[in-house]
């Protein structure tokens, strides 16, 4: 349903785009969310979009550096993130939810998937 790709190695203050294409019907009528796992650590949101891009949150680790978007056209989440640092290194996976409450709170209505693999060198 979900595919995230647009990970890499970039070194500490660099920049990197994440996109997640949609597959289906279903996109533009659902909040979108990024989430990412480090390796021995949970799962943590990271960022959130309300359906019609309206409305948007962040971790706190995030602001400020990050910035959601979505293209309900190309059934597209994209994750823009600057000023990258090394604790930043995950896996990121991307996901949909009823509302962007929903999505801050992992309640999501699709498998995880693979992710895309970001890594941060300092």
């Known amino acids: 349903q979900l595919q995230a790709f647009g990970g890499g190695l970039v070194q500490a203050g660099g920049s990197l785009r994440l996109s997640c294409a949609a597959s289906g019907s279903i996109f533009s009528n659902y909040a979108g969310g990024w989430f990412r796992q480090a390796p021995g650590k949970e799962r943590e949101f990271v960022a959130a979009i309300r359906w019609d891009g309206g409305s948007t949150d962040y971790a706190a680790s995030v602001k400020g550096r990050f910035t959601i978007s979505r293209d309900n056209v190309k059934k597209t989440l994209f994750l823009q993130m600057n000023s990258l640092k090394p604790e930043d290194t995950a896996v990121y996976y991307c996901?949909?939810?009823?509302?962007?409450?929903?999505?801050?709170?992992?309640?999501?209505?699709?498998?995880w998937g693979q992710g895309t693999q970001v890594t941060v060198s300092s």
């Open positions: 996901a949909l939810g009823t509302s962007l409450v929903m999505v801050q709170r992992g309640a999501v209505i699709n498998s």
